[in-house]
């Protein structure tokens, strides 16, 4: 059974940093591909960021430069390291993963981060 636990939501004001994190069990960060995505209330769910099994990594425009995406193999936990936050950036973020070969995906709770403006 697969399981994803984010961590490190909360409540910041803009210019403030967060860190998030997400504890996998039953599959590998190291030889699946993750990915951050969120959810702010009206809007579709967006991609953030992904890392790859060979550790190659995406941003969305929004957050190129801002948000840092890696992957701790040895706890197998990822994170997603956020600074400068922007009111915009408030949403719910959502761990995301997927399996190389069958490509069956698995989302986490979710973890609520707000930014007072």
């Known amino acids: 059974q697969v399981q994803l636990v984010e961590s490190g939501g909360g409540l910041v004001q803009a210019g403030w940093s967060l860190r998030l994190s997400c504890a996998a069990s039953?599959?590998?960060?190291?030889?699946?591909?993750m990915a951050w995505y969120r959810q702010a209330p009206g809007k579709q769910r967006e991609l953030v960021a992904s890392i790859s099994s060979g550790g190659s990594t995406m941003y969305a425009d929004s957050v190129e430069g801002r948000f840092t995406i890696s992957v701790d193999n040895a706890k197998n936990t990822a994170y997603l390291q956020m600074n400068s936050l922007k009111s915009e950036d408030t949403a719910v973020y959502y761990c995301?993963?997927?399996?190389?070969?069958?490509?069956?995906?698995?989302w986490g709770q979710g973890t609520q981060v707000t930014v007072s403006s």
């Open positions: 039953g599959i590998t960060f190291s030889i699946n591909d």
């Open positions: 995301h993963a997927i399996r190389q070969i069958s490509r069956i995906a698995y």
